[in-house]
Nanobody
Framework: QVQLVESGGGLVQPGGSLTLSCAASGTIFSINTMGWYRQAPGRQRELVAGITSGGDTHYAAAVLGRFTISRDYAKNTVYLQMNSLKLEDTAVYYC???????????????WGQGTQVTVSS
């Protein structure tokens, strides 16, 4: 079993900052990619940012330059630093991890429980 525990969501004013974290624990052999998605009411879930095992990062155009994804390999934790938050960043943010549970090529996909980020004045 693998568990993902997210934290760091909340209410913030436009222009403010928040940092999300997601810690993976359980039967983990190695972690491939880690990422953050978000889903606003009435909209589909969308990729916000991702980071590979080698540290390569990619971002959605809407957050490029404002959000930074990073990971702590020793702690199996991924972070999302969100700066200059806008009203349209309001959504439930989900952590996603692709990993191997053993010394074989099979990859498993796990999701966090979601954390609410609300940007409002």
């Amino acid at each position: 079993q693998v568990q993902l525990v997210e934290s760091g969501g909340g209410l913030v004013q436009p222009g403010g900052s928040l940092t999300l974290s997601c810690a993976a624990s359980g039967t983990i052999f190695s972690i491939n990619t880690m990422g953050w998605y978000r889903q606003a009411p009435g909209r589909q879930r969308e990729l916000v940012a991702g980071i590979t095992s080698g540290g390569d990062t990619h971002y959605a155009a809407a957050v490029l330059g404002r959000f930074t994804i990073s990971r702590d390999y020793a702690k199996n934790t991924v972070y999302l630093q969100m700066n200059s938050l806008k009203l349209e960043d309001t959504a439930v943010y989900y952590c996603n991890v692709v990993l191997q549970r053993g010394p074989h090529p099979l990859m498993d996909d796990y999701w966090g429980q979601g954390t609410q980020v609300t940007v409002s004045s």
